[in-house]
């Protein structure tokens, strides 16, 4: 099995992650009306990462949510690559409460899991949604944001978008590209947020960027709330890499008030001093 290579970035936003589960099932396995609460992993991978720095195995997000105390009552893996769900099944074989999902996480999300976190199951879930790219679809989020049962954290992938999307001209952007960000975004209102409709010589209209991937961020924190209608949804962290290239924004949205609060302090607490920005 070739694992991923991962940097301080991923591991501080691992640590992250594994705080917050910690205190959410802390919060509510002392909820009386709650019958259980999942943790979902949309883009699982193989459950364990090679650390860049040093070469040693260590646990991803999956394997870190197993530890967990108090544990999660159920937990969801899915991952598009056979291959990798294939690992998962592996190292979480012994665990029945553990399901593993071949396939696309946005069909299996919103046609096998979600549906059995409706309101009046009185389950909840923190759902992590950490793409490879922008592969992720906006009606998969808003699904999330509409049932009010879910915490979600979402990987905003903004060097992928930077890469193949945000090009000064749009017209070099490849179809394929553009359709994937329609996607992720949910439409094609992204192109308003960054682009002005500017005429060349030849009287021919080109749309010209005029906005940094700032800005994008600033919008999608405001979908997040008026759209997919989660009502708390702090500033996102952005994420660099050693040469201080943005990689992406860590997003949190929830329905509780004090989820927020208990992120934020994470937020703000966790990777001081490791060049998190």
């Known amino acids: 099995m070739k694992y991923d290579e991962i940097g301080e970035w991923s591991e501080i936003k691992l640590d992250m992650i594994k705080k917050y589960a910690g205190a959410y099932t802390s ?78 996480c946005n069909e299996k999300l919103v046609k096998e899991i979600f549906p059995g976190l409706m309101y009046d199951t009185f389950k909840r879930a923190l759902c992590v949604l950490d793409p490879y790219g922008i592969n992720l679809e906006w009606k998969t989020v808003e699904y999330a944001g509409k049932l009010g049962t879910i915490d979600i954290l979402i990987n905003f992938p903004i060097m992928d978008i930077n890469r193949n999307v945000l090009f000064d001209d749009l017209s070099k952007t490849k179809k394929q590209d553009m359709a994937r960000m329609n996607f992720f975004w949910g439409d094609v209102s992204w192109q308003d947020v960054l682009y002005r409709p500017r005429e060349d010589l030849f009287g021919e209209i080109h749309k010209i960027r005029t906005e940094d991937f700032k800005r994008l961020a600033i919008e999608y924190q405001n979908r997040l709330k008026t759209i997919a209608g989660f009502k708390f949804v702090p500033e996102p962290v952005l994420m660099r890499n050693s040469r201080n ?29 490791h060049g998190r920005r």
């Not at 099944?89 to 029945?96: A, D, V």
């Not at 990689?247 to 990777?271: P, R």
Request: aromatic letters at 12%; proline letters at 5%.
């Open 27 to 104: 919060i509510l396995s002392k909820k009386e009306w709650c019958k259980g609460y999942a943790y979902i992993d949309a883009f699982a991978g193989a459950g364990q990462h090679i650390r860049k720095a040093t070469g040693e195995l260590i646990p991803g997000s999956p394997l870190n949510a197993l530890l967990v105390k108090p544990p999660f009552t159920e937990y969801h893996y899915i991952d598009l690559d056979n291959e990798r769900a294939d690992e998962l099944e592996k190292l979480t074989k012994e665990r029945h409460n553990v399901r593993v999902y071949h396939g696309d």
């Open 245 to 273: 290239g943005p990689l992406y924004y860590l997003f949190f949205a929830s329905a509780q008030q004090v989820a927020q609060k208990i992120i934020m302090d994470i937020f703000l607490n966790t990777g001081k001093g």
